[in-house]
């Protein structure tokens, strides 16, 4: 089971970012895929998760308008569409698999995480 995290970067306020989370060794359509992210000093927060049943759970209030997470099987890969970007989005981001069908808002329900991949917005 291995999820690469990419497409983070240096971006300024309001502008947009899509991340991606590339999965090998495991068909990702049958499992839970959550986003979580991570500034300096502060744990990890739950995002958005997509079950294996594509519904999707928005976690985080201030994120629920400007962030959409989808996911394409043919590509088995899940997506983490950020638009409206603020200095506070900035964090280093992760996706992760609960290992079932399930999503959840707690990191330690995670078994297997992509390495990250940082989110830096400027003012």
């Known amino acids: 089971v291995q999820l690469q995290a990419s497409g983070g970067g240096l971006v300024q306020a309001g502008g947009s970012l899509t991340l991606s989370c590339a999965a090998s060794?495991?068909?990702?359509?049958?499992?839970?895929i959550g986003w979580f992210r991570q500034a300096p000093g502060k744990g990890r927060e739950a995002m958005s998760c997509?079950?294996?049943?594509?519904?999707?759970?928005h976690y985080e209030e201030s994120a629920k308008d400007r962030f959409t997470i989808s996911r394409d099987n043919s590509k088995n890969t899940v997506y983490l569409q950020m638009n409206s970007l603020k200095p506070e989005d900035t964090a280093k981001y992760y996706c992760?698999?609960?290992?079932?069908?399930?999503?959840?808002?707690?990191?330690?329900?995670?078994?297997?995480w992509g390495q990250g991949t940082q989110v830096t917005v400027s003012s």
């Open positions: 992760g698999t609960t290992g079932g069908t399930l999503c959840s808002r707690y990191a330690d329900e995670y078994t297997d």
């Open positions: 060794g495991f068909p990702s359509s049958y499992y839970a």
């Open positions: 997509i079950t294996a049943s594509n519904d999707i759970i």
